[in-house]
């Protein structure tokens, strides 16, 4: 389970870094875009590096709104790379969000992981170790001011947010336009020899938007198994 743990906290859609920030169960994801109104199939690619102990994970990831209803929002992140590639290959994550997720307490209402070939599996919501997952506007009073920021994606002017939490610092760089996240770029550092739980040292990301567009198709379309922790072991030879 630790390992299931640590892929889902890493890796897991809408909160792509903050949760690999040594899992800090009150980090919320900041949502700057409206959902409601978003075009379905709007996407955004990344890259994100997180750095620890000497040791530096590089991971490709796709965030992109998939469906849309009067019930819910669907969004899925496409991961490669970092722990994907030990758990057989690209990892798909589907979540089924209420309408209006910012703010709310319960905003996830389904979540469904994808590894490699393997058939999609239905995830737990209240694993032991998972944060609870919240999403909310960025907050005005922690914007430093609006900035240019140059990223492989293009140059977007975009708000500054910096927040710092049990001794990490998280800057932000949010603009409203780049749908689903609103997100630019962003980095965090921690103070030397800060850890979280377990004593492990706590680590240093980076992420930038790389490519943007409005095309995305789902992926996990076939029905959900349910949930089984071996899945996440190396895949079966073949």
Same mark, same amino acid.
Do not use: C
């Given at each position: ?9 890493s890796?897991?859609?809408?909160a792509p870094?903050l949760?690999?920030?040594g899992?800090l ?6 949502? +700057?875009? /409206?959902?409601?109104k978003?075009?379905v199939?709007?996407?955004a690619?990344?890259?994100? @590096?997180v750095s #620890?102990g $000497?040791?530096?994970?590089k991971?490709?990831?796709r965030f992109a709104?998939? +469906?849309? /209803?009067a019930?819910s929002?669907t969004?899925?992140t496409?991961?490669?790379g970092?722990? @994907?590639?030990? #758990?057989? $290959?690209?990892?798909v994550?589907?979540l089924v969000?209420?309408?209006d997720?910012?703010n709310?307490e ?5 979540m469904?992981m994808?590894v ?13 170790g998972?944060?609870?997952?919240r999403?909310?506007?960025p ?14 994606g293009?140059?977007?002017?975009a708000?500054?947010y910096?927040?710092?939490t049990q001794?990490v610092t ?7 336009e ?6 630019v770029?962003?980095t965090?550092?921690?103070?030397p020899g800060?850890t979280?739980p377990?004593?492990?040292?706590i ?5 930038e938007?790389?490519?943007?567009g409005?095309?995305?198709k789902p992926?996990i ?6 949930f089984?922790p071996?899945a ?6 073949k």
């Open positions: 389970m630790r390992f299931a743990r640590s892929l889902i906290l890796l897991a859609l809408m870094a949760p690999a920030l899992q169960a009150s980090a919320s994801t900041p949502l +700057a875009v /409206d959902l409601k978003l075009p199939g709007t996407w690619d990344y890259n994100m @590096t #620890a $000497g040791q530096t994970m991971v490709k990831s709104l998939v +469906a849309r /209803d019930n929002v969004l899925e496409i991961n490669e970092g722990p @994907t590639a030990a #758990a057989g $290959g690209k990892q994550i589907k969000l209420v309408p997720p910012v709310s319960r905003p996830v209402k389904s469904v994808k490699g070939d393997r058939d999609p599996m239905e995830m737990p919501l209240d694993m032991p998972m944060p609870a997952q999403f909310e506007k907050d005005p009073k922690k914007m430093k001011g609006k900035e240019q920021v140059k990223v492989p293009g140059t977007f002017k708000g500054h910096q927040e710092v001794g998280v800057d932000a760089w949010i603009n409203e780049i749908g689903p996240l609103g997100l770029k962003l965090s550092a921690a103070k800060a979280g377990g004593g492990q040292p680590p240093s990301v980076s992420m938007l790389v490519a943007r409005k095309d995305a992926i379309t076939k029905g959900a198994k349910p089984d071996s996440f072991g190396p895949p079966p030879p």
